[in-house]
């Protein structure tokens, strides 16, 4: 029987496993593997929710093991550390515990057929101190590493621990990601005041963005960015644009004038690429984001067994630009590359893989969601805000589920969340 492995568990990767184990995996005509790093799957748009505290990975999250056995498909946790082309073999590292204990050692798999979702990771683009210093919200691991050091820091603030009245919190990075943290961190800070933090309140939380370019939201039209400036400024989030950083140490960040921007959390979300260990391979061909360059059927250039999806996948559209890493992109290249595999079970032509912008918004937690739709079917985007932005921001996400889980399953996961908001606490303390 063929063997088909998709490493990575993003929004690309689960759909195209979801969408494979459907098609080849049920029928018994191919063995369907899953390979990720991590036990549990959080659409990444909403990291910086976890990282916030307003959601939970047990309710919001996917259970890669047990979404496996639902649909008909394995699931191997582990980090891949190596392809093996020739041999069609990939090896994973080895698996230990907290106390440094080996609980799977390096294993290797073999595919006929290897779709790669690795997603990406921030480019700190080599500014001193970053890696040391900052919080990334990549992966799930790293939202909720940022969510426990606020969690700590709220509470010095609330009991006088410290001797501070305000907690500083700079953000590098005024694109989706950054923007969207600063508004979900005011209302947590206001949030805290009801859940055991009295002294607590979004005046006490000092947020600032850094910008380096002309604006915040550069990928989204001036329109929506100036909304969304003009909403984060009302809620005493200072925006400071056309600011780029030199160096971070532990007192926060430093610009290139000179200047000094004093942080007790701080948070880089400035630039993407994928992995680096993609370019230290040596097997692909790759742009200066590290993404996989791939033929118009999402095929790596360099081996037709190979797929790549995703954020660490690297295609130009005619105009010579290249799809950016996004969800909504993530979603119609897990769909190609999945309906390819299965015409090649099937002997037929492949597909040219064709991304189609629908537009973008921002979701600045409740207080403002702004965007612009049909960017691929008129001429020019439909601005649109408040209720109807943000009915349409949740139907993202609600697509997402049905893609995942099915129709049925997902219309179940969507009331359970829906229930889990009523009924649990508005913030997560642990």
Known sequence: MKKIIVVGGGAGGLECVTRLSRTLGKKGLAEITLVDKSRTHIWKPLLHEVAAGVIDKHSDGVDYAMHAARHHYQFQLGSLCNIDSQTKMIQLEAIYDSDGEQILPERSLHYDHLVLSIGSVCNDFGTPGVLDNCYSLDS?????????ALLNQLLRINQGCVDKHELKVAIVGGGATGTELAAQLHHVANLAKAYGMPEMSAERLKVSIIEAGERILPALPERIAASARQALTKLGIRVMEGTMVSEADKEGFITKDG?????????WSAGVKAPDFLTELGLFETNRANQILVKPTLQ???????????DCC????????WVPPRAQSAHQMASTAATNLVREF????????HYKDYGSLVHLSKYSTVGSLMGALVNSSMFIEGRLAKLVYVSLYNMHQFAVHGKLRGVLAIINRKLSSALSPKLKLH
Do not use: N, P
Not at 314 to 321: L, N, T
């Open 140 to 148: 799930l691991d790293g939202a909720e590493r940022f969510h426990r």
């Open 259 to 267: 200047s000094r921007i004093d942080a007790d959390l701080m948070v």
């Open 300 to 310: 790596s250039t360099v081996s037709d067994s190979v797929y790549v999806v995703g």
């Open 314 to 321: 690297g295609i130009k559209q005619e105009d010579d630009s």
């Open 346 to 353: 099937q002997g037929k032509a492949l597909k040219s893989f």
